[in-house]
């Protein structure tokens, strides 16, 4: 049985072929680039780690000792695949970032003693659904128990924006450690979720209620029954799509990966970039030749009005002009609008014209299918408009 996690279930959701080949066909790729926000995400964790399992055993980390080993960790893990995608910045720049979080956080927590912590990057894994039907695991940036006996999950976050409580009130991957942490300390009473946004030097905290514990178990199991029940795995687009490793078997990217690679002039001869080119092209005559053919039709139209004419003939062609009136009713934004939406409303027949589909009200009042009053009460709120038409055809040869 395949063991799930809060990333994969948010991967499938994003983008169904990245998780197939990730975790179904276990496609192995060559990690080429490391994006430098995760570099030092992961450095930033590891220093917390070090400084919560020092006080475990009873040694304070001074802020000089943190950063000292901030550095250290910084040094021998960097390497040259690191990427820096925002222009004019350097690792410098992120290192004093890295170095500026962690500073905040000393000054805040320190000497890190406020609770117990029972474990630090906690690896476990637990049952849900009906007879605990589906595994899943979590890594926890760090379990702990204050005083109270209260478990207080934590969670530890670089990024450069701040969310709103709603959001962190909804958060799928901590309420799923609020579930486990449940299911292994079934005793425990209070469980209380903190995010830790370090860029910030602001904690935010958030808890989940029985029925929203139920809620949302129901909604996980309910999404591994549809990635359990897949047969088809879409390439979608989506915020994954700059992270991902398997642009080579992405039919949304594969063909940009492979004439990337291309010398220049191969490139311009490659088959898919000629017909792509041939298509633009055609495209664009499209769109001129549409203008120039509005023109002709209005100066065609003009020309029969102006000389009560309906048929007009040239060379191998003949153009046929016919004008009737139709109904017109006010768009959603215009005058009117909702005096209509209430007659149709109140008559009980909001169904019937798909929720004012103007359209459709048209052929209603055309094939009169309503009752009169109801049919007059509309009338009211239209009015006719003079609507042409334009029609090529050829002219029939006829040699007698």
Known sequence: MPIYSHTQLSTYEACPLMYKLQ????????????????????????????????????????LEEMLSYFDSVWQKNWHDQIIINKKGFTPEHYYNHGKKMLEDFYRQHAPFNSDNTVQTEMQFSFAIGKQGKYQLQGYIDRL????????????????GSLPDQKYLDNDRQLGLYNIGIQKKWPDVKNIKLVWHYLAFGKDLTSSRSP??????????????????????????????CGWCDYHNYCPLKKHIVMVEALPVNE??????????????????????????IEKVKDALLEYACNNDMQVIQGNNHQVKVTT??????????????????????????W?????????????????????????????????????????????????E
């Open 211 to 240: 029925q929203e514990i139920t809620r949302l178990e129901k909604e996980v199991t309910a999404l591994i029954d549809e990635i359990e029940a897949a047969e088809e795995f879409p390439a979608r687009e989506s915020y994954l």
């Open 351 to 399: 169904e019937e014209v798909s929720q004012l589909d103007t359209t459709e009200l048209t052929h209603i009042l055309e094939e009169e299918r309503w009752e009169s009053d109801i049919l007059d009460k509309i009338r009211k709120h239209g009015w006719y408009e003079d609507t042409s038409n334009v029609r090529l055809a050829k002219v029939k040869e006829i040699e």
């Open 324 to 349: 009737h009136q139709k109904w017109k009713f006010p768009g959603k934004n215009d005058e009117g609008r909702e005096e209509l939406e209430e007659i149709v409303l109140e008559a009980g027949k």
């Open 267 to 292: 490139y311009r001869e490659e088959p898919g970039v000629v017909l792509v080119n041939k298509y633009a092209e055609l495209k664009k005559q499209e769109k001129e030749l549409g203008a120039e």
């Open 144 to 159: 702990a128990i204050t005083s109270d006996g209260t478990f207080w999950i934590h969670d530890y976050k670089t990024s």
């Open 23 to 62: 975790y179904r066909d276990r496609v192995e790729v060559e990690m080429e680039t490391e994006g430098v926000e995760a570099f030092v995400g992961t450095t930033v964790h590891s220093v917390l780690q070090k400084c919560y399992d020092d006080i475990r055993l009873c040694k304070v980390t001074s």
